[in-house]
């Protein structure tokens, strides 16, 4: 699967990857969402290959792909959906990203692509994402691609030794369709 945008190619892994992907994952600031204290080459191989395998499964039901850049196909993060079934009409959205590429939109762009994928391709009805509360940059990029905040859950995720509030977002369909014909009519083309 290769999922192209304006600036950004969604591409399978690699077992190379795990180098790009070690660079950015042992980043204190990167790590300060995510419930890992460290990151060791054995365990950034080992999450390469969890998404290889996952393009190996047939019937398929993980799509996490590699995010690159067009102009140089330098690895800056990951982005996928995730379905409990084969079959599932409902999906779950993630992704992460360099830091040194936050605040430029990549991570919107590829979300964008991804939703894009979900809906066109795969046929789902739902997409969700959550994100840690205090993470707010990732909500802004989930409200950014149109998914709907539907809500708090108190202390439903253990981290790095205590209770963490998430938000919870997403997106319907028929909601994703209404806001590309919404963006399309913003156009004003010009003689």
């Known amino acids: ?11 399978e892994f690699e077992d190379h990857d795990w180098r790009a992907t070690l660079a950015y994952q042992v980043d204190p600031e990167y790590l300060r969402f995510y419930p890992w204290s460290y990151r060791t ?15 190996r499964e047939r019937p398929r039901k993980k799509y996490q792909v590699a995010i690159t850049l067009r102009e140089n196909n330098q690895l800056i993060g990951n982005c996928g959906i995730r379905m409990n079934q084969s079959y599932a009409q409902i999906a779950e959205m993630g992704y992460e990203l360099d830091r040194r590429f ?16 979900g809906f066109e391709q795969l046929h789902l009805h739902r997409i969700w994402a959550y994100c840690i509360a205090e993470n707010t940059a990732s909500a802004r990029v ?5 998914m709907q905040y539907e809500g708090r ?6 981290m790095k030794g205590q ?5 919870l977002y997403a997106v319907l369909e028929r909601e994703w369709r209404e ?3 919404a ?9």
Not at 163 to 167: G, H
């Open 142 to 146: 989930l409200e950014k691609i149109g």
């Open 102 to 117: 936050w605040g430029q939109g990549y991570a919107t762009e590829a979300a964008s692509a991804m939703l894009s994928f």
């Open 1 to 11: 699967m290769i999922l192209t945008t304006e600036r950004l190619v969604l591409r």
């Open 183 to 191: 963006r399309s009519r913003q156009v004003i083309y010009h003689q």
């Open 179 to 181: 806001q590309l014909k």
């Open 153 to 158: 859950q108190r202390e439903s995720e253990w």
């Open 163 to 167: 209770w963490w509030d998430t938000r």
């Open 41 to 55: 080459e054995m365990d950034v191989r080992a999450f390469v290959h969890m998404f290889i395998d996952w393009s």
